[in-house]
């Protein structure tokens, strides 16, 4: 009990005494955007390492070679926990930023740090703006941020299990060209998921794979990305699940 409330306290205090940190980052921001992109992307990210440790997280990871930091990439996973976010970003070497479902963008002070951070709401109910959203996500690795999203398009909460892998959140790289980056996280649902509404300690592991090129390919070619992403992700799980359940 005692760590959902003190990481309670913490995210509330957080959103609370940063709204003139953001007032100040608004003024940055409109005579130097990327002074103030850089700003917001260091405070989120110490912020999330903040709630981790709150939260006796045990972090490893695995494969931080394959993570570029000179390049745009496009990330993608396997999605079990609202933890998932806060692991992939603190790993990351560049700019990243994270299409969420729309009712993320909902919560107030924390969307706006999320946009500061070149978070994407998508609306998977309308097609018409869902498509908004990924060429807005494109443009974004055209001018050097990486993207991350969630291609199973929803959390699973069945361990060990994944579901397919949907072919549109790949033309993100397939149009702008980019490589993509699939990474597993193991055992983040331990942190919440599992054992509503207690937040516990927990072991968990993240793995970034081998990046799948999608320059120059043929348009078949284009079409087994998003499986062979997904055949990634299932073979870094199975490697190293067994360093999770045994705690």
């Known amino acids: 009990m005692i760590r959902i409330i003190i990481a309670g306290i913490a995210v509330v205090l957080f959103l609370i005494l940063t709204l003139p940190v953001l007032l100040v980052l608004w003024i940055v921001g409109r005579f130097n955007k990327g002074a103030k992109d850089r700003a917001s992307q260091a405070i989120i990210k110490w912020a999330f390492k903040m709630v981790l440790f709150i939260c006796g ?5 695995y494969g931080r070679e394959n993570v570029p930091d000179d390049r745009s990439v496009l990330f993608v996973g396997n999605h079990r926990s ?23 963008g909902k919560f107030p ?18 097609i018409k703006q869902g498509l908004k959203t990924i060429l807005t996500a494109v443009d974004m690795v055209k001018n050097g941020m990486c993207m991350a999203i969630y291609p199973e398009g929803t959390r699973n909460k069945v361990e060990g299990s994944f579901l397919p892998f949907k072919g549109g959140s790949f033309k993100i790289a397939e149009k702008s060209g980019c490589d993509v980056i699939p990474f597993t996280v193991i055992g983040s649902a331990a942190i919440f998921e599992d054992h509503k509404p207690w937040i516990r300690k927990a072991k968990v592991v993240l793995s970034f794979g081998e990046p799948i090129k999608t320059e120059g390919l043929s348009r078949d070619e284009i079409k087994t990305i998003p499986e062979r992403s997904r055949q990634a992700v299932i073979e870094m799980y199975e490697k190293h699940v067994a360093e999770v359940k045994t705690k």
Request: net charge positive; glycine share 4%.
């Open 82 to 104: 609202i933890f998932d976010i806060l692991i992939l970003y603190v790993n990351t070497k560049m700019p990243t930023g994270i299409i969420s479902k729309k009712e993320m």
């Open 57 to 61: 997280t045990k972090l490893t990871v």
């Open 109 to 126: 002070i924390f969307n706006i740090w999320m946009k500061n951070i070149g978070c994407l709401f998508l609306d998977r109910d309308d």
